[in-house]
């Protein structure tokens, strides 16, 4: 994942929430050393060495996370996929299933190589918050990265943490409360969102920002939208009801999607 995080918690003992968040980024260093392409040993580096045919039990972490991808993946029409950048040394992309019997992964052709910087931290941030809960911590802000933010309860009497459609500064904001909003764009990094079905960079938008209940899907959804055209996009969302999608016009961020809009603050 290869990126910073930050734990906020609402709580009446300082010393408790203290403990409570340095336990979230214990548990975030557990999941970095299985799902970080970054870590020889982890379980997606591993991953790459299997040859078509072969198979490899994960780790549950993993597979878990894998398991989401596959799901967003077939929801999207392959516009989300975490074997994009394998088009840059491959002619085509990777196939390859999950076998629940055994919590394995099988690769049926190509290589994995595989890349959950669109997934991995948002499912790294509801990791943590199911732990921070678990903590009895439930009012809590996690961002990752700074593009992926995932709320759990508003502090203290407020309607929601309040979020910006942009830099920390931006002037449109909305109050998130037990939802997540991951936004991806081409400002900071260009174009480094490739296209699965295509190879190409994706150009469709500039920038969108997605709202959904969990943040592996938030990171997801917001990835795809720098792929789908919009015709695309509105039958995506009139089949997900619970994921909202914001695209940067010149008049600000535009919804789309049938969830109810959060509250702006």
Known sequence: MATHFEVRICHGERSYAAQAAQAALDL???????????????????????????????????????EIAKRIEGVTRSAFSVTPTALQTQTSLPQWDLVHEDSSI??????????????????????????????????????AGGSSILAGDPPNDSTGWSCGLGEDDAPQRILLAQASLSGSGLAVQGQHILDPRTGSPALRQNRAWALADTAAESDGLSTACMVLS????????????????????????????????????
């Open 28 to 66: 975030l260093d557990g999941l970095e050393s299985r799902l970080s392409r970054f870590r020889a040993n982890s379980d997606i580096t591993r991953i790459g060495l299997l040859a078509p045919g072969e198979k490899m039990r994960l780790s549950e972490p993993a597979f878990a996370c894998l």
């Open 106 to 143: 099988r690769c049926l052709s190509g290589r994995l190589q595989f890349d959950l910087g669109a997934i991995g931290k948002g499912f790294a941030l509801d990791c943590m918050a199911q732990l921070l809960r678990e903590w009895d911590c439930p009012s809590f802000l996690l961002v």
């Open 230 to 265: 919009e015709v695309e996009l509105e039958e995506v969302l009139a089949q997900e009801r619970s994921w909202l999608v914001f695209l940067e016009t010149d008049e600000g961020a535009r919804p789309m999607g049938i969830r109810a809009l959060p509250p702006q603050g």
